[in-house]
């Protein structure tokens, strides 16, 4: 069950736009966070959560999408993400925050692939834009935003092509193409 819930756990990129996220989703989702793991349980991580086209207009600008896909830009009007989550760090209560908001992250995309939801972890992004459009206080550090939405797109898992190239792509019918390292080139 959880193989098929990692397989489904994408990162996407485009998404049904029209097809809206509300704030108890968003709540759910950030719930699961506050449940998973963290580093000597001082739970340091806040959330900022957007779900209107207001609020997702000043967060968009300020993304870096796909840097692989060297001709593309990012979504389009019509297929750009439905909510967000931004992930902080609180710096009152710890300076560094190790793998806590890799966990938290995790736990919040998977919960989204049970809900019928996709997302993608976007650490690629200008900093002080997103600080200074939301308004986010010099006390929290932005760690990830997370794009989150329906998906429209297929993305599918490829081994490795003969180069050993680990890069993303797309094929001429826009499926989206992810080479993964066998798992005995992963066990020593």
Partial sequence: MIRETILKNRSYRRFDQACKIDETT???????????????????????????????NLIFPNLRW?????????PLEGERPSAYIIILG???IRKE???????????????????????????SFQKD???????????????????????????????????GSIKYWRDEQQVHHVPKRSLDDLIL
């Fill in 26 to 56: 968003l709540k759910d989702l950030v719930d699961l966070a506050r449940l998973s793991p963290s580093a000597a349980n001082l739970q340091p991580l806040k959330y900022i959560l957007s779900f209107s086209a207001e609020k997702n």
């Fill in 66 to 74: 796909a840097a692989y896909l060297k001709d593309w830009g990012g």
């Fill in 90 to 92: 609180d710096t009152s």
């Fill in 97 to 123: 925050f190790g793998c806590d908001f890799g966990i938290s992250a995790q736990s919040i995309l998977l919960g989204a692939v049970e809900q019928g939801l996709g997302g993608c972890m976007i650490a």
């Fill in 129 to 163: 834009g997103l600080r200074a459009a939301l308004n986010i206080p010099d006390q929290y550090e932005i760690l990830l935003v997370l794009a989150l939405g329906k998906p429209i797109e297929k993305v599918v898992i490829d081994p490795l092509s003969p180069d």
